[in-house]
């Protein structure tokens, strides 16, 4: 049985493994020639929202489903429906048109079918590996995408110097088709369904309601899910804006680009590392309180900096990859032990549609704010928000209570 588990992860990871470098890959391909095009925080912003508000909108609803369908499916056919999307953007920059609309369609498209995948996959977890192993895993999960994104960058920026724009987006199909293949030769059970959830769509509103009361079930879950929000609210932005705080702040160009991207996921990996490797004597919740300090402190700093010390920007980025890391396997694992697994579909798609819709809003100023306040200011006011939100989570008593604690069935 122990063997049984481990051996179904070994061919999920090498196969989700190749599908996220090509991904990582395309992703940044795509941002260096937005970038590059354009260099305006606006395009990138929305390009960001194209790739992330369809999926807030359909979310919820995605996990109604999925926590009725069959979850290996349903993954299976969401990569496959990515791919398909990308293989359109291919052919588009293969015949010349290089539409910017076109491209904000295809990366809403594609969020759609991430809005079914990424749910699925956390979801799966628990049917599979045993729960005093989740945190390993969240860990393992963890590396396997900060080497991602060390390879992803450097193939992304050595693939658009290379090649086309249009040739560099089949890597994106060829990693679908390894995840697909990977996900093809193992099982993945399912949960009981209950005859209520078997019953029509006439039933999906009430069960949304569920999905939502399930995450107050829990005495401090509540407020896991609205920190992690404001924490994502303020650091989406910086993400988007990243490549420009290099570009116009720094003076770099494609090579400072990678370089930033790959340190980034060098840090993400010693995070998911550290995490995978050792079981933590503290609380997952004191764990992501520290790791929101750490992550504000290096994202305010970054934007602070003189522009003559780039080596430092840097240390900074390797230092906030691995805080994000070790935050995100913590509070992937809590949500794993406090939720139960039938209702776990649902509660992972509302948890990515709640912060996501936020997210949106803020994205919607970023460029406007960048013009007027300079990338390096945006960096320093919402890098100390984050750092404001760990602290201010300390004193929370529901939420410092819960870490300590598995999940009662009783509840």
């Not at 992803?152 to 060829?174: F, S």
């Not at 990515?352 to 390096?376: E, H, K, N, R, Y």
């Not at 760990?390 to 209570?401: A, V």
Request: hydrophobic residues 55%; aromatic residues 12%; contains cysteine.
């Amino acid at each position: 049985m122990q063997d049984s588990w481990k051996k179904k992860f070994l061919f999920i990871w090498i196969g989700q493994f190749l599908s996220l470098i090509t991904s990582s890959a395309v992703n940044f391909a795509i941002i260096i020639w937005l970038s590059l095009h354009y260099g305006s925080a606006q395009v990138l912003a929305y390009g960001a929202i194209a790739g992330m508000l369809p999926a807030a909108v359909i979310g919820p609803f995605a996990g109604v489903y999925i926590d009725r369908w069959d979850r290996k499916k349903t993954m299976i056919f969401s990569d496959a429906f990515v791919a398909l999307c990308t293989l359109a953007m291919s052919i588009s920059f293969y015949v010349g048109f290089e539409s910017l609309w076109l491209i904000y369609i295809m990366l809403g498209l594609r969020s759609v079918g991430s809005a079914f995948h990424m749910p699925a996959m956390q979801a799966s977890i628990p049917m599979i590996a045993p729960q005093e192993e989740l945190l390993r895993i969240s860990g393992i999960n963890q590396v396997i995408q900060s080497i991602s994104s060390i390879a992803g960058p450097a193939l992304g920026a050595l693939a658009i110097t290379l090649m086309p724009i249009g040739n560099v987006l089949l890597l994106d199909i060829i990693g679908a088709v390894f995840g697909i293949v990977s996900l093809l030769l193992v099982h993945i059970p399912n949960p009981t369904l209950t005859e209520k959830m078997k019953t029509s769509f006439r039933q999906v509103w009430a069960d949304l309601g569920e999905g939502f009361a399930e995450i107050f079930r829990t005495k401090g879950l509540g407020a896991v899910f609205i920190f992690s929000t404001m924490v994502t609210f303020f650091i989406m932005p910086i993400a988007v804006l990243f490549p420009l705080l290099t570009l116009n702040h720094f003076g770099g160009g494609k090579f400072e680009i990678s370089v930033v991207e790959i340190v980034w996921g060098v840090g993400m990996l010693v995070g998911g590392s550290l995490i995978g490797i050792f079981k933590p004597s503290l609380s997952k919740i004191v764990i992501m309180n520290v790791m929101y300090i750490i992550l504000g402190i290096s994202l305010s700093l970054s934007g602070y900096i003189p522009s003559t010390t780039f080596y430092f920007f840097i240390v900074l980025t390797a230092l906030g990859g691995i805080a994000a890391a070790v935050y995100n396997a913590c509070f992937m694992t809590v949500i794993q032990e406090q939720v139960r697994p039938e209702a776990m579909g649902r509660v992972f798609s509302m948890y990515f549609s709640i912060v996501v819709i936020p997210t949106v809003i803020g994205l919607l100023g970023t460029g406007w704010a960048a013009d007027q306040f300079g990338v390096g200011n945006i960096f320093i006011v919402l890098g100390a928000l984050i750092a404001m939100v760990g602290i201010i989570s300390f004193f929370n008593k529901p939420l410092m209570s819960l870490g300590g604690f598995k999940k009662n069935d009783n509840l």
